[in-house]
Nanobody, 124 residues
Framework: QVQLVESGGRLVQAGGSLRLSCAASGRTFSRYAMGWFSQAPGKEREFVAAVDWSGGYTNYADSVKGRFTISRDNAKNTVYLQMNGLKPEDTAAYYC?????????????????WGQGTQVTVSS
């Protein structure tokens, strides 16, 4: 069992930056691949980024490549999403997810545990 708590979301102007954090409970954090997903009102949850158990492999949605960076610190049981060059269309609730597998997935169905989400709002 893994519990996930996201933080760092807030209102920011277009072009600005944010760093989201996701703190995980448990002593087996390094056994999980981790992902970030976004969900805007009235839309389905969408893949944003994922990182494998070691942090050595990452995957991104085309819409965020070159702007967002996912990373993890296994000693701190935390995964991060650095968001640069934010756009109004990035506005959404952002969810952290854990996958009971060392490798990544870019679909929501591939993840077993979810946080409650943190809201990111980008004003134009």
């Amino acid at each position: 069992q893994v519990q996930l708590v996201e933080s760092g979301g807030r209102l920011v102007q277009a072009g600005g930056s944010l760093r989201l954090s996701c703190a995980a409970s448990g002593r087996t954090f390094s056994r999980y691949a981790m992902g970030w997903f976004s969900q805007a009102p009235g839309k389905e949850r969408e893949f944003v980024a994922a990182v494998d158990w070691s942090g050595g492999y990452t995957n991104y949605a085309d819409s965020v490549k070159g702007r967002f960076t996912i990373s993890r610190d296994n000693a701190k049981n935390t995964v991060y999403l650095q968001m640069n060059g934010l756009k109004p269309e990035d506005t959404a609730a952002y969810y952290c997810a854990a996958r009971s597998n060392y490798g990544v997935s870019n679909t929501a169905y591939g993840y077993n545990y979810w946080g409650q989400g943190t809201q990111v709002t980008v004003s134009s």
